[in-house]
Every structure is written in C-alpha cells, then in structure tokens.
C-alpha cells in the first residue's frame, strides 16, 4: 500500500523523489533467504585452509626477500566472498562452454594461489616463489596475463580498470550473442570490486551503461571493508549507503548484505525501529572502531547511549556482542545474494557486501588503520591465526618454528578436497584458466581486399584516414571474415568519414532502434540495431578501450577470435587512456587501434589540445604495441595485411602473436602513389625502405620522412635538386619502434656474444648505403627519430614539431613549426655545410629565399608566445 501511495504521490508531484537508498539492513530478508544446498562445516573448513596458505605465502615471501611485499588484509575480508563464488555460482570452461569470467581484486591475488594449491594446480615451489618470478616458476604479484598467461584472465590491480573492463566485457558478450557469432546467454561476468577502489572515475563512470543495456549478465561484489590503503573510506559517513544510491539510479539491482546471520533476531525485535535508527546514523569510522573494540565498548557505545536500545542485548555476553558478525562473512547471506543476482537477467547487480579488513588475522590486524600493508606475522601472531582457523590438528606447533610457516592441504581423497573437487566438476572445472581455445576459428579475409590500396588513388586527392575508412568497409564485406571486424569509434566518426558505414552495416544497439531518425531519409541514415556491428560508444575512450580490450582478448575468453579496429582521435588515446593500452597489453589483446588525425601540424585550425605530436612516443613505451606512421595508401594496407597475419593468421592458435598495432592516420588529402616496382609489403613493414632514388646531382643527401611529412619532404627534394643542385634520395620510415627494437635486440646480441661476428642493426645496414648527411621530418617530436639516432652511420639531423600546439592554417603551423618546405632545404643544406661539402653561405641564401630570417620564437620551449597582440604574449608581445 505505501509503495502504491508513493507511486501515485510520484505521479501528482507530490515532492517524493524514489528513494535512492534502504535502511542500512540486508536487502534480502531473513525470510527469502533460500536454503543453502553445501556442507557448511566442510566448506569453512576448506576456507580456513585458503585462509591460512595466502597468509602462509605472503609472510614467507617476505621472510625469503625483505620489502617484496604482498597483501594479506584484503583477501581476509573477502575470503567468503570467493568461496560461495567458487562453492556454487563461477561456472569454468572445461566444459567446452564460454564460462564465467572472474574479475579477481588485484590485491587478493594470494587467496586465488591458495585455493589453485588446494585444488592441485599449484605446488609448494609455486607459493614459494610469489612474487619471484625472474628465473621461472615464480607467482606473478597481481593478476597478469602477461605474465602467467595459462592462469589470469583479467589484469586488475590498477584500480578502476578491472570495474569498467567488466562492463564492456559483458556488454560484449551480449553483442556477441546478438550478432550470432556466439551462444553467451549462459555466460557471466563477475567483477570483484574494493569499497575504495570506487573513488577511481574508471569504477562508477560506466554504470549507466550497464544499466541502460540491461546487463543482467553482470554481477559486481564490492567488498566493502569501509578501508582502503590509508584509512577509512567514508569515516564520516556510510560508502555502503553512497553506493546504493548511485548504482540504484543507474538501474542497477542492489544487494546489501551487512549484517550476519547472528543479528536476525535483534532486528526481528527491533519493531520501533530504534535499532535500525543506529544503523542508518552510525558513521562508518565509528563501525571500524567497533570492529576494533571488544564487546563492553559495543555495549556501551552503540547500544548503551539509548537505554531501549540497551536492553535489547542485555541478555547477550560481551564475548557475543563482540562475535556479531558482518553480513560479508556469512555464507548463508552471500549465497542469498548470488542467487539473487544470477536469477535476474534484466539488471546487473551490485552485491555490497560489509567486512572487516583484515578478518581472522587477529587483532593486530582486524580493521585497523595500518592493516594494508601489514605483511609479517610473529609466531604468536600465526598461532593465534592457526586457533581462530581451527587448524590446531593439522598445524603443529613445531612446524612454526622454522624459517617458513608451513602450507596446509589435505589429502586427496580426504572429504574437504572431493568435496571441492566436486564443486568445481560441477561447475565446469577451475578457475581461472586462461586457455586460447579455438572454437569458432577465424578466415582471413580474402587477399584482393588489399589490392586496391597498393595502386593508389590514381588522380584523387585522399587522406589515409579515408583510405582506411575505404578498406575498412572492404574487411566488412567480406564474407567469411566481415563479421569479425568490430568497428569501435567514440563519437567521431563522421570526422573520419565512418559514418558511411553506419546504414550497411549499423550501430549495435541491445533494444533495437525504437525512434525514426531525422535523417531516415538519407542514404547514410544514423542506423542503429540489435545485430548493428559497428560499435559507437559516445564520447569515452576508456569506454572504447575496454571494448577494444573485450574484442580484442575474445580469442581467449570466449574461444571466438573477433578483430577490433578502434579509430579515435589521436591525442585522447596514448595520452589520455594510457593505462588502459598498458591494460589491454598486459591482457594479451589483438587488433588494431587508429590514431585518426594525427600530427602536430596535419590537423589544422584546432589548438593545443588536439595536435597530436607525441603518440607514437608513448606507443614507444608499451612494449606490445605496434606503432606505424604510413605515409600512403599502400603502407597502411601492407601494415594491415601484416597485422592481421601475425595476430590471427596461423593455423594453431598457439602461435598467433599477442601484439596489437597503432596506426597513424592523416587528414590531410593528397594523391596516394602506388606502391613502386622496387618496394614489396616486407620492406614497409620492417620499418624503413627507400622510397626515390636521388637525381644525379654532384653533391648528395638522404631525406627520411614519415607520415604526413611526405609532402614537405618530396617538394624539398625536387627544390633541392632544381635549385641547389642537391641530390636527394627519399626514404619512408613506416616505424621508428620497430626499427629501435631491432637495433637494440642486435646490440645486446653482439654484447653478449663478443666472439661471434658482430650483426649490423636493419637501420644501420639500409642508411649505410647512402652518401651525405640523413635529415629526417616527422608531424611529431624530434624524438621520434631521434630514437634510431645513435644506428645511423652517417651525419644525422631530425626535423619535428616539439612544443605545444595551436590553431591556424596547415601552412601556417608547418612554417612555425618548423617542418615546412624551406626548413627542410635548409635543413639538408645546412647539414651539407657542416660536413664541409657546401658552402655556409648557401645555407644563408636558402634561409633568405625561403623568407626563414626572421627572429621567431622557438617553438619547442613552452614559454614561447608569438605576437599576440593582445597584450599577453610575452616575449614578442607589440609592447
Ligand atoms: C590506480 C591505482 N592507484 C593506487 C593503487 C594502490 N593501491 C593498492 S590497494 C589500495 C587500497 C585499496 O583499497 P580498497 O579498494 O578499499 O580495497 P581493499 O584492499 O580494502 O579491499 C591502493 C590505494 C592502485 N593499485 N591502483
Ligand atoms: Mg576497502
């Protein structure tokens, strides 16, 4: 009845906003708790062994190597959470299934080897070697598929990425099944969240999606332990309570469990609602304390101040007002909400489940402030642990003597371990398990796809961003592999010229399109559909990411090899979602990503903070990644081609590799060559190869470019053989990584083979050929090619556009920067008068022919200002 009141009091607006939260009480009642079907006692008792081994390896890893750290607070707290997860709901893939997929906290990383070293996949050695991985066997400190790539999935411990992953990830796996490609519909994904960790933006900023997609596919638990590293979450108010509120209004199904089994009947007495009065306005530093406090201190401060509120627990011992345990350590509460959560399909669920940092491990350690970092136990510490756990029998004392605490398994055949066995069996074998599986095994697309490209535009002025637009939908019509390809884009794709695709192919949407667009008239209507491929995310590139990420790793977690090409802006990728490519690296992900106008000075008239001239500086870093800056149509497509041969091409999975590639792309328009005699695919995809030979001229240089420097570099040529009568033969290079790479493989090989025939590095052997200095333009920082500076054998200049960018005209951008036509003729010019084969005074000519001798700032220092003349440049303001 007072729902109906509130409901209709909503309608006449009546000022009663939906409430966004309950009262700080479980949202299952005790009496819609389902039956729980396991053996308790065994299944506590299996507990108490995981408990004790994560324990076990942390403090011996630090006793074996001081300071090496690891964590022992966080899988306390949320050990139960696991288990009933384990126990009774995260389905493995043994059975020839997609399976569930576990996003794991990254910091109770511990607690999953523990329970792999129950189940027999991990040996003594193993735990030994936590967090010693260098020389083999060793146990990755976090999950990190990289590293142990049989065993994590999912790399989650820089905070904030594992949550948004997970949405996308099971928005995919619905894409998936909407597109036919794959049966998911069985399929979960479980994501382990911490109650601090939700601070990140990454953590909450995708919610709504999950909401508004209705992804009842997807389950978070928040372990809210109300701590995180330094102290309380909310001291001053409740996280649990906060939580509720923003996942309600994001549609989600939300599930608290705060109270254990214990407290039922104090509620059930509670019918004034004192009792839930205290809890709604008890502040979360005071509920640490009280974990931290014996029972008296309970008694006296939470019940005592009221005397109703007193008497209800007068017949309670202090002993027992201490037990009253957290709704996050009782199974029978968790397993309520798992069933709750795997039984709705229309809603993802958020169990906000309420622990104790720290629990079992003693006082020391239970809810206080420190208890993060806390990484050593005394002998009493461990006795007082092995007590609590009930292991007094299998632990004997004396094994505490030595210089490691002893790990516990039981026998095979002991109950505890069938009785997990089992479980899993039943559940579809163990997890996690990262296994590349071939179930639905991929075609390449057909090799004339790639034709086209290599003959160039013939006449037409085009940009590689539309030749890439082009091929793109060419790898989408092709039959057997066009349904593969995962277009992703965040809202740009009409500035790539993407929205072409938008009616062939459509726009995913999980509820179909329920409107007629304004433009429903036009060939190239906005289109969106339940089977839509193209995946148009709106304005987040961490959005885009995880989706990349989730197509780009469905190789492995679902056996179905999909093929991403995420096209966004250059400058909101490498440098704006960062940590994500270092995510999506560490997680083995494949596909393409396409930094869409790229360049400091290509992207005309947008500013400072558009021009990218730096990405594929960061690319540098990420050592997967594969960075290519083609200049013409005919790279992009030997690039491509190569990419997918490499990612996807073997017939064994197993020897695909797990590298993604970023590719730079260009607005600017041109006619595209065709790919020349002399050049094959090999050639463009090593990273360098001679585009022109050099006019025969009496004196002679070398100019690289790259990108969408191509134009200045070849108008420089011409003028330098025409008017200085400079010879210049033009090189591409199509990767400066690559071409680093090589060089220091190389290098490291000659360094630690003295004796054998010293190995030239590729970029050396190719510019040796040459004569004269090398000048090398790039639409990006001198660095670039700076970075195979120290391999060229001849005298080496770089020509790049350092400093921040700005707004004006291509032209104008190119003369500042210093990247245009004249610079690069003076730049070769000068370089010749260094090595003494011309004359200084040539070089000064071409300054003053080219209008180069005017005092202009440097653009490369930050404080440079042009003139203004607004009265706030600095050094060349009119004043
Ligand atoms: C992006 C990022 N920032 C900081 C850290 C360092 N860090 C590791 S654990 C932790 C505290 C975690 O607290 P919470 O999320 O509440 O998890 P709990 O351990 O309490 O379950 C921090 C700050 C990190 N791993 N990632
Ligand atoms: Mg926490």
């Known amino acids: 009845m007072l729902a109906k009141l509130l409901e209709r009091a909503g309608e006449l607006n009546v000022g009663n906003a939906p409430p966004s939260w309950t009262p700080y009480v479980n949202t299952i009642a005790t009496e819609d708790q389902p039956w729980f079907p396991g053996d308790e006692f065994i299944e506590r008792r299996i507990r108490a062994f995981i408990r004790w081994n994560a324990a076990a390896m942390v403090i011996n890893a630090n006793k074996a190597a001081d300071g090496i750290g690891g964590h022992l607070s966080t899988f306390a707290s949320s050990a139960s959470l696991y288990e009933v997860g384990f126990n009774w709901f995260f389905r493995g893939k043994d059975d020839g299934r997609p399976g569930d997929h576990v996003y794991f906290q990254g910091h109770a990383a511990p607690g999953v080897y523990a329970r792999a070293y129950l189940e027999r996949r991990l040996t003594d050695q193993h735990l030994n070697g936590f967090r010693m991985e260098i020389g083999g066997g060793g146990l990755s400190s976090y999950p990190h598929p990289r590293l142990m790539p049989d065993f994590w999935e999912f790399p989650t411990v820089s905070m904030g990425l594992g949550p948004i992953n997970s ?405 909101f990728g490498f440098q704006r979602v960062g940590d994500s490519i270092w995510s999506a690296a560490d997680s083995r992900a494949r596909g393409f990503m396409l930094g869409a106008t790229a360049g400091r000075t290509t992207l005309a008239g947008e500013g400072l903070q558009h021009q990218d001239g730096h990405s594929l500086l960061l690319a540098a870093t990420v050592p997967a990644c594969q960075a290519f800056d083609p200049a013409f149509a005919y790279e992009l497509a030997a690039v491509i081609d190569d990419g997918l041969q490499r990612m996807y091409g073997h017939e064994d999975p197993h020897f695909n590799e797990d590298v993604f590639y970023y590719i730079t792309l260009y607005n600017e328009t041109y006619e595209m060559p065709p790919r020349p005699d002399h050049v094959t695919d090999a050639d463009v995809v090593r990273g360098l190869y001679q585009w022109a030979d050099a006019p025969d001229r009496p004196v002679t240089a070398t100019l690289v470019f790259s990108g969408s420097a191509q134009g200045a570099a070849r108008e420089a040529a011409d003028e330098l053989a025409e008017r200085w009568g400079v010879g210049v033969d033009l090189w591409s290079a199509t990767s400066y990584k690559r071409l680093r790479e090589d060089a220091l493989a190389v290098e490291r090989r000659n360094r630690l083979h003295p004796t054998d025939p010293a190995e030239v590095p590729l970029v050396t052997r190719l510019l040796a050929e040459g004569e004269g200095p090398v000048v090398a333009v790039t639409d990006f920082q001198k660095l670039l090619p700076g970075q195979v500076a120290r391999w060229i054998p001849r005298p080496f200049h770089t020509l790049g556009t350092d400093g921040f960018g700005r707004s004006d005209t291509r032209e104008a951008l190119r003369r500042f920067f210093e990247v245009d036509t004249g610079h690069v003729v003076v730049a070769v010019l000068h370089a010749l008068a260094r090595e003494g084969t011309i004359d200084a005074s040539l070089v000064a000519e071409a300054i003053a022919h080219h209008g180069l001798d005017v005092d202009i700032a440097d653009p490369g220092r930050h404080d440079t200002v042009p003139a203004t003349g607004h009265g706030v440049g600095r050094e060349h303001s009119p004043e």
């Not at 798992?338 to 629990?359: D, H, S």
């Not at 057997?480 to 062939?504: K, Q």
Request: overall charge negative; some cysteine; charged content about 25%.
């Open 167 to 571: 949405i996308y990830h099971a928005r995919f796996n619905r894409y998936m099944e909407s597109r036919r490609i794959d049966e998911t519909s069985e399929s979960r994904v479980f994501c382990f969240v911490g109650d601090g960790e939700c601070d990140e933006p990454e953590t909450l900023g995708a919610i709504s999606l999950a909401g508004r997609s209705g992804l009842g596919n997807l389950i978070w638990i928040v372990n809210c332990n109300l701590q995180r590293l330094d102290g309380p979450v909310r001291g001053n108010g409740q996280i649990i309570q906060e939580l509720e509120g923003v996942f309600r209004g994001a549609g989600w199904n939300v599930l608290k469990v705060i109270w254990g089994s214990e407290w039922d009947e104090l509620i059930h007495k509670d019918v004034d609602g004192i009792l839930l009065n205290k809890f709604n306005t008890t502040v979360d530093g005071e509920y640490q304390r009280l974990a931290v406090e014996g029972g008296d201190y309970v008694r006296e401060h939470f019940f005592g101040p009221d005397p109703r509120l007193r008497a209800m627990v007068e017949h309670l011992s202090d002993e027992e007002l201490d037990a009253l345990p957290r709704g996050g350590h009782d199974y029978q509460k968790i397993y309520a909400a798992y069933r709750n959560a795997t039984e709705e399909n229309e809603a993802p669920t958020v169990i906000l489940a309420k622990t104790i940092k720290g629990w079992t491990l003693g006082e020391g350690f239970e809810a206080r402030n420190a208890t993060h970092q806390i990484k050593k136990m005394t002998k009493d510490e461990l006795l007082a642990l092995r007590e609590r756990l009930h292991l007094v029998d299998e632990i004997p004392e004396s094994a505490l003597e030595g210089d490691r605490a002893p790990y516990y398994r039981p026998d095979e055949d002991s109950p505890e371990h069938e009785y997990m066995v089992q479980r899993r069996r039943a559940l579809g074998g163990s997890i996690p398990k990262r296994r590349i599986r071939n179930r639905r095994p991929l075609t390449l697309p057909d090799p004339s796809v790639f034709t086209g490209l290599a003959k160039g535009s013939e006449g037409r002025a085009v940009s590689t961003t539309m030749a890439m637009t082009g091929l793109l939908r060419d790898l989408m019509r092709d039959e057997a592999f066009g349904p593969r390809v995962v277009p992703i884009v965040p809202d740009e794709a009409r500035t790539f010229g993407m929205d072409s695709l938008f009616r062939e192919f459509g726009i995913y949407a999980p509820f179909g399109q329920l409107y007629e667009p304004v433009d429903h008239e036009l060939l190239l209507s906005y289109t969106e559909s339940t089977d839509g491929q193209i995946i148009e995310e709106g304005i987040t590139e961490c959005g885009s990411m995880s989706s990349f990420i989730a197509a780009g790793t469905s190789y492995a977690n679902l056996g179905v090899p999909m093929v991403p090409f995420f096209t966004f802006y250059s400058m």
